[in-house]
């Protein structure tokens, strides 16, 4: 994988590439794939089961020099830890209010020049049936691409696929993006979250892995 970019944010830290490097090889995990350098980029990240998956991830993106953004609770930004958080690139937000957190993150994408941001669509770490669409809806009121990202436990990979051109309905566009995960790439498998999109009804219908 590339490890310099012209377009995607960086961080511009040595220290922070030395860092992401050895947590990586300490763990085992290496890169497949190339990351889209553009100054936008949403990176839909899954399985997610694990507080590890954050880890991995930041450590990933220490170790490409990227200034990469993630959403938490606001509960977690408080105080020295609060400013740790954001200086590692998180945006705290009111998950309550899911409208509002689009809105928040649209209107901070569309302000800055770059802007990467790494969201787990399932949006907590317990089973649920079906994933959140925010990163759909991010992606199209933004005007960002979206990449799907694998955090593949069994093989110790991240890996990187293709843009996923958006639908116009988003209900195709995530059942497209939840095929390219299996429950196996999970750190926890029986916490793997497959998505099972609504018909127009309301109608939970089938999406087997399509790949």
């Known amino acids: 994988m590339q490890t310099t970019f012209q377009n995607l944010p960086r961080r511009r830290f040595r220290f922070g590439v030395w ?16 990351i889209p350098d553009l100054p936008k980029v949403i990176a839909v990240v899954a399985p997610h089961t694990s507080n590890w998956d954050w880890v991995v991830g930041m450590a990933t993106a220490l170790h490409l020099d990227l200034d990469a953004n993630w959403l938490g609770k606001q509960s977690l930004f408080r105080g020295v830890l609060g400013g740790v958080l954001r200086w590692l690139g998180g945006i705290p937000v009111d998950r309550s209010h899911a409208h509002g957190v689009i809105a928040q993150v649209v209107s901070e994408a569309r302000r800055r020049d770059k802007f990467l941001l790494g969201l787990a669509p399932e949006a907590t770490r317990k089973p649920r049936d079906r994933w959140r669409s925010g990163c759909y809806y991010i992606a199209r009121d933004a005007e960002i691409p979206l990449v799907p990202v694998r955090v593949d436990y069994s093989r110790k990979v991240i890996e990187v696929g293709a843009i996923l051109p958006l639908s116009a309905d988003a209900e195709e566009t995530l059942a497209k993006l939840s095929s390219w995960y299996r429950p196996e790439m999970a750190r926890y498998p029986e916490n793997f979250l497959h998505h099972r999109p609504e018909t127009p009804s309301g109608q939970v219908v089938d999406s087997s892995p399509l790949i």
């Open 19 to 34: 860092l992401g490097t050895v947590i990586m090889k300490l763990l085992g995990w290496r890169l497949e794939g190339q």
